[in-house]
């Protein structure tokens, strides 16, 4: 097969290629495989989602506690 690829990207992909010693062929089979299990994982997350419980309603508050909680693991991180 073959396709077009813009130069940029076409200069691009052969350095992400030789950075990692493979073919350009090899580098862009790598990116197809993670793009698919990167889906399947999704579609396994959202599954899982669905089937975890009741649902919840979100309205801001449960959001801003969400948020809060977050900023603060962000920060423990940032000062470790």
Same mark, same amino acid.
């Given at each position: 097969?073959? @396709? *077009?690829?813009?130069?940029? +990207? !076409?200069?691009?992909?052969? /350095?992400?290629?030789? $950075?990692? %010693? @493979? *073919?350009?062929?090899?580098? +862009? !089979?790598?990116?197809?495989? /993670?793009?698919?299990? $990167?889906? %399947?994982?999704?579609?396994?997350?959202?599954? !899982?989602?669905?089937?975890?419980?009741?649902?919840?309603?979100?309205?801001?508050?449960?959001?801003?506690?969400?948020?809060?909680?977050?900023?603060?693991?962000?920060?423990?991180?940032?000062?470790?």
């Amino acid at each position: 097969m073959s @396709i *077009t690829i813009h130069p940029p +990207l !076409e200069t691009e992909l052969r /350095a992400q290629a030789k $950075a990692e %010693g @493979i *073919t350009v062929e090899a580098y +862009l !089979e790598r990116l197809v495989n /993670a793009d698919r299990e $990167a889906a %399947g994982e999704i579609e396994k997350l959202s599954i !899982e989602g669905l089937n975890s419980g009741d649902p919840i309603e979100m309205d801001g508050d449960p959001w801003q506690q969400k948020h809060a909680r977050l900023d603060n693991r962000i920060n423990d991180d940032r000062a470790q």
